[in-house]
């Protein structure tokens, strides 16, 4: 009964806070469901909502599940050589950018970690991928976060740094939400990327 009403209280929250972020024409992601569900979680029973992985952004095993889609999708057109860089293109710098500079730092850890014979588990990615590093993953090097001016972005929730992170990445290193490229839009992106590749 009591994780009946839990569910009623909050799809009801929820369809409240859908209904006034549609008038004032706001956006949010899945990062407010987590903050609904959290606290009507622990007002209901008194205790802290406990999970013991995030999937989805900004969550490093997001990336790395897209690095592999990246390398399988490679790997069907016949391109057998390995990745060296990724570009993560996003509107979003609290899921799409922190997302992407998150795994570009999970990439450098392993590397240090191969050249160092390590085994430690830093985070929650490590847990769960385990410490041996996939032959797809061995060779890439970095993943560039791109900011596109266009969708969510906002240069004044971009100024202000709110806060919408998951708890679990709380307290957020504010650098990783500064993207490594800012351009106006996906084309300039793309223009980007090859530009970089040495693509003519």
């Known amino acids: 009964f009591l994780f009946l009403t839990f569910l009623r209280n909050f799809f009801t929250l929820l369809f409240k806070i859908l209904f006034v972020f549609s008038i004032s024409n706001l956006m949010f992601g899945h990062g407010a469901f987590l903050v609904c569900l959290e606290n009507l979680y622990k007002k209901i029973t008194g205790h802290n909502l406990i999970y013991t992985a995030l999937i989805g952004k900004p969550s490093e095993i997001t990336f790395h599940h897209a690095h592999h889609m990246v390398v399988t999708q490679a790997n069907s057109i016949g391109i057998s050589h390995s990745v060296k860089r990724l570009y993560a ?17 999970y990439l450098a850890r392993r590397k240090l970690q191969e050249s160092q014979r390590e085994s430690s588990v830093k985070r929650s990615i490590e847990q769960l991928l385990g410490s041996e590093t996939s032959n797809w993953e061995q060779h890439t090097e970095s993943c560039s976060s791109i900011l596109v001016q266009t969708g969510v972005y906002s ?10 992170s998951p708890r679990d990445f709380l307290p957020v290193e504010e650098k990783l939400r500064f993207p490594k490229f800012t351009v106006e839009n996906v084309a300039k992106a793309v223009d980007l990327v090859l530009q970089k590749e040495k693509f003519n």
């Open 155 to 164: 240069k004044k929730f971009y100024d202000e740094m709110l806060d919408h």
């Open 89 to 105: 293109i996003g509107d979003n710098i609290f899921t799409d950018i922190f997302g992407a500079n998150l795994y570009d730092r």
